[in-house]
């Protein structure tokens, strides 16, 4: 027996409530999980130095090959989700994430620790991270802005638990001790992946679609389908959100890895110097769901995308008055950009094409994040100023923003031009389908079978007597619910 796979049938309309919000619950542990746990290791890096006879920069290696796999399975995850499903592949990424810091407690040299941690619990936690993301936007539309900020949320309420956590194992139990209990830790991944049920249709529209004429064509074998699509290329808001955000994510990182070094070249005390995390931390916490509540207005909503370009920019062209100011500020925009950036590429490709999408975005951002901090490095050692490098990181974020505003303004022009494309982009895979059974009924003449109606622009079943909507105010419905210009 097959697994269910949760491809969110057409007909089915997101909840925004009930069991999504254990769905949200899940994703925000598992977003916790997956953010903070590459910065949560680094507490243990002095006592591996030690024991392995190795250098900083080797043990810098874990953090960086777990971000790689986070990033760069992308595609990967989105054929599993595809093949087998939300649930099942988050269950074993659970087991995954678990064994790999059960396997690294008993490791001998850093090589191990690279395989271990970076590799299987890397992999563990990916395949976690983007199903999760994937059931949110199935079981939330209308606020879906809210949901993706309150998800966002769990990275710095994560990080805030497990960098202490983390201290304190080390001191009890040492390294060994502290990743044999971190990996029990990680099993909780399993639940969160339990809670992901399939969003299934009712049974009460099933028996109404039995009854009508439509309900044996329904029943025909439908075509599988694709484990990566890679049609999603063609969009054009696809292309320019990708562009701006492998961008973005060179210059984005840049600040919270080298705001506390800054701070000691300054002489500010370690405990000073670290309080600046914690002070960015706490305030990218409450920017989050904030930043969500704002997206979610209506009249905000349809224009997100701006809103997550002046997030960019705002990121971007923070200068350096004082640190602790300069972190509350990042701290409020980089909860910002958290909280819309996801939100902003499910408004743009929809729920259909959202798995493959976000898998090929994370592959792009993957190359990023292995270049742009170790660029900066590189600028640092060059120039012995810090200041060069958060001039470079926000440059290159102001220049994403540039590139995903102008570019969704000149797409906006040209869909305004052309109102057939306009209605194409409105519809869904399924309510073209309709619309070409009701063209092939009418050109039959046969009266007795009627097309499928809409509810929200869906096409779904009607019984005899109803009167059938026309395709041009299909469209019109669907336009009124698009919710990105893109």
Avoid at 159 to 171: A, F, M, R, V
Avoid at 355 to 369: K, P
Wanted: charged letters at 15%; aromatic letters at 10%; one cysteine or more.
């Amino acid at each position: 027996m097959g697994a269910v796979v949760d491809n969110g049938p057409p007909g089915v309309k997101a909840p925004d409530g009930g069991w999504g919000w254990a769905i949200l619950a899940g994703c925000f542990v598992i977003t916790g999980f997956s953010y903070a746990f590459p910065k949560a290791v680094s507490v243990f890096f002095k006592e591996l130095i030690r024991d392995f006879d190795v250098r900083y920069s080797d043990t810098a290696w874990i953090s960086s090959i777990l971000l790689a796999m986070l990033y760069g399975t992308g595609p990967l995850c989105s054929v599993l989700v595809n093949r087998f499903g939300c649930r099942p592949v988050m269950m074993v990424g659970g087991l995954f994430a678990s064994l790999g810091m059960i396997l690294a407690s008993f490791a001998t040299n850093i090589v191990s620790i690279y395989l271990c941690t970076g590799v299987i619990t890397g992999l563990g936690l990916a395949l976690n991270f983007q199903p999760s993301l994937i059931m949110l936007n199935r079981y939330f539309s209308q606020k879906r802005p809210l949901a993706n900020g309150l998800a966002a949320a769990g990275s710095p309420v994560a990080l805030c638990c497990l960098s202490p956590l983390g201290q304190t194992l080390q001191y009890h139990f040492g390294w060994r001790g502290g990743f044999l209990i971190l990996g029990g830790l990680l099993l909780n991944c399993c639940a969160c992946g339990a809670l992901m049920r399939p969003l299934l249709p009712s049974r009460k529209p099933q028996e109404l679609e039995e009854t009508t004429p439509m309900a044996a064509e329904e029943k025909k074998p439908q075509p599988m389908k694709k484990l990566l699509d890679f049609s999603v290329v063609k969009d054009r808001g696809f292309i320019i959100y990708t562009i701006a955000a492998s961008t973005m994510v060179l210059g984005l990182f840049v600040p919270p890895v080298f705001v506390v070094s800054y701070a000691k070249d300054l002489h500010y005390e370690d405990t000073k110097s670290a309080l600046l995390l914690t002070i960015l931390g706490v305030v990218d916490m409450f920017a989050r769901p904030a930043s969500g509540l704002i997206a979610g207005m209506k009249c905000i909503r349809p224009k997100s995308v701006y809103l997550f370009s002046f997030a960019m920019i705002f990121n971007g062209q923070l200068t350096m008055p004082g640190l602790v100011v300069f972190c509350i500020f990042f701290g409020m925009s980089y909860g910002m950009v958290g909280a819309l950036q996801f939100e902003v590429l499910m408004a743009i490709v929809g729920t259909e094409k959202f798995s493959s999408a976000i898998g090929l975005v994370l592959l792009m951002e993957a190359v990023a994040v292995l270049v742009g901090p170790p660029g900066a490095g590189r600028l640092l050692d060059a120039t012995d100023n810090y200041m060069y490098v958060f001039l470079l990181a926000g440059c290159e974020v102001t220049l994403s923003a540039l590139v995903l505003a102008l570019g969704n303004f000149l797409c906006i022009s040209r869909k305004q031009e052309d109102p057939e494309a306009k209605m194409e982009m409105a519809m869904t895979a399924s309510e073209k389908e309709g619309l070409n059974r009701m063209v092939e009924v009418e050109g039959d003449g046969e009266d007795k079978e009627e097309p499928k109606g809409g509810e929200n622009g869906k096409v779904t079943g009607v019984i005899a007597g109803e009167e059938v909507m026309t395709v041009k105010e299909m469209g019109e419905e669907a336009g009124e619910n698009t919710e990105t210009s893109l």
